[in-house]
């Protein structure tokens, strides 16, 4: 059955159109964003849920939201997705962060020029048929200091254009490595710095617990005298009160702003003043970036839906194309591993420790830990999925670690997971074959070759005769079809396990008869997804 998309807001007709021809049922509704209680209504019907900014995702939606696996916004702000209630549902959020970064950059480029050279009072004043040349003086760009908050994709490109434009500029980042600010040409400084030299301050980072407010009160105090602040990236990054009362007293001698706190901003702090430049948030509103990022999300949500691809995820490691090609499989064993411990676990989990070897050392570590905690978590809760699992693991107080290391065996590589509880650890391996099917080859550090079936039986017992007749005798007797079977032990007489490969569950009658027998230690049933 083909995925379907659900279009709520203004989406372009080609992006539309995309979905069609990758085979996705698309229902283009750009209107019902508006609408909450008719989007809730419905949502449950779809798979996928394509928006820009005036449909808001909320709990209640999601909530609703029975089918629902991806989110994708057309634009790079989320504000308007409940980002944590989706990844406790379960579902992917993506953004396009590339589509609109040259018209934002450029659009930041614009209001520096705007705000140094007064251009909309003055434009306002000639309408108004005044003649004031000698009223609005400006200030060159050449040679003056711009300081960038904010070196990434759209403050990167900011950085470039200035230099065009023979500015200096410095930059404060703290993910900015010395490598990469060379490369760029920029100086990398502290924030301090950065507000004692810049005669302009723009700014380009999202808005997070670590942003929010960056230019406070206390920090706009510290800005060099006459300098002009540009923000064409997130409202509430500025304190836009304490901003106010700086260029009235002459102090910042102008800005420029496309976002606010509050949006729609109907009123605000800055509004006329002298010498601040306001515009309702345009920074991504070209025609090129509008049809750039309704291309990429309809491309983005078409790759998940038919791949498994995720591209520019917020709550989940991206996987590409050709990755998810590759760690198809991967993730497969991943998840099988994680299901078998889980499966196996009947204490809380304290930790889980994830070992990657050789090849499989080299591939997206991120999503394979996902996979791995979905599986575990599943046995708790079985919706979890590899978006929501971390998020469980990470409420329950579960510590997650990583090891990674060379090849070390006879295999390419493979995968072992230990999961440890206050009274035991237990751990389990496996690897995939050329033929691309997962296998587990290491169960409590005894080696073994099972393929990995629906339904399996695990035991354990001391290696004594008899073991493999009284199995074989008890399932047949049971009407249980064994399709594989596999044993593996520590040293002879030593502890043993076996692990059947079989058609259907095995019944609980069956199970009793076992343990009747008194050979074994551990009799448990187990349930994979091999789909």
Request: glycine share 8%; aromatic share 6%.
């Amino acid at each position: 059955m083909a995925p379907k998309v659900l279009v709520s807001d203004k989406l372009s007709e080609t992006a539309v159109q995309i979905f069609r021809d990758r085979g996705i049922e698309v229902d283009f509704q750009p209107d019902l964003g508006k609408d909450k209680d008719k989007l809730a209504e419905v949502i449950g019907q779809y798979d996928g849920l394509a928006i820009r900014s005036a449909t808001r995702v909320t709990p209640t939606i999601l909530e609703a939201a029975t089918n629902l696996k991806v989110i994708a916004r057309a634009g790079i702000g989320t504000d308007n997705i409940d980002k944590e209630a989706a990844s406790k549902k379960g579902v992917i959020v993506m953004n396009t962060p590339f589509g609109n970064m040259i018209t934002t950059a450029e659009h930041a480029i614009a209001m520096m020029f705007a705000v140094a050279r007064q251009i909309p009072e003055a434009s306002t004043s000639t309408h108004a048929g005044k003649w004031e040349k000698s009223k609005f003086m400006g200030t060159e760009l050449t040679n003056k200091t711009l300081g960038v908050i904010g070196a990434g994709n759209i403050g990167g490109i900011v950085c470039d254009r200035a230099q065009g434009l023979k500015m200096k500029v410095v930059a404060y980042d703290p993910y900015l490595g010395e490598e990469k600010a060379d490369k760029m040409g920029v100086e990398k400084v502290e924030l301090d710095e950065l507000l004692t030299r810049a005669d302009f301050i723009t700014l380009h980072v999202p808005l997070t617990d670590q942003t929010r407010n960056v230019l406070s009160r206390e920090n706009l105090a510290k800005t060099k005298k006459g300098v002009r602040i540009i923000n064409c990236a997130r409202g509430g990054l500025v304190d836009e009160e304490a901003l106010a009362e700086l260029l009235q007293s002459g102090h910042v001698a102008g800005a420029a702003f496309d976002v606010f706190a509050q949006e729609p901003a109907k009123e605000n702090a800055l509004f006329n003043l002298p010498n601040v430049v306001c515009t309702p948030h345009l920074g991504a509103a070209t025609t090129e970036a509008q049809e750039n990022v309704a291309l990429q999300v309809a491309e983005q949500m078409s790759n998940y839906l038919l791949t498994g691809a995720v591209e520019n995820a917020l709550n989940m490691p991206s996987v590409t194309a050709e990755e998810a090609k590759v760690m198809g499989p991967w993730i497969k064993l991943a998840d099988h591993l994680g299901s078998f411990t889980g499966q196996m676990t009947d204490e809380p989990i304290k930790a889980i420790n994830i070992l990657y070897d050789g090849v499989a050392s080299e591939m997206n570590l991120a999503a394979l830990n996902c996979a791995v905690v979905a599986g575990i978590m599943k046995r708790a809760n079985p919706d979890v999925n590899m978006v929501s699992a971390p998020v469980v693991a990470k409420e329950r107080g579960v510590q997650i670690s990583t090891t990674n290391q060379d090849k070390s065996g006879s295999f390419d590589g493979y995968i072992k997971v230990t999961v440890v509880t206050d009274k035991r650890e237990r751990s389990v391996a496996g690897t995939v074959f050329s033929d691309g099917k997962p296998r587990f080859i290491q169960i409590k550090g005894i080696n073994i070759d099972a393929e990995v079936g629906a339904h399996m039986l695990y035991t354990t017992n001391e290696d004594v005769p008899g073991i493999i007749g009284t199995l074989g005798q008890t399932m047949g007797e049971n009407g249980v079809n064994i399709a594989n079977f596999t044993l593996g032990r520590a040293a002879a007489g030593g502890e043993a396990i076996a692990l059947l490969y079989v058609d259907g569950q095995v019944p609980a009658e069956a199970r009793a008869k076992l343990a009747e027998t008194g050979y074994f230690t551990q009799i448990k049933p187990l349930e994979f997804d091999v789909a």
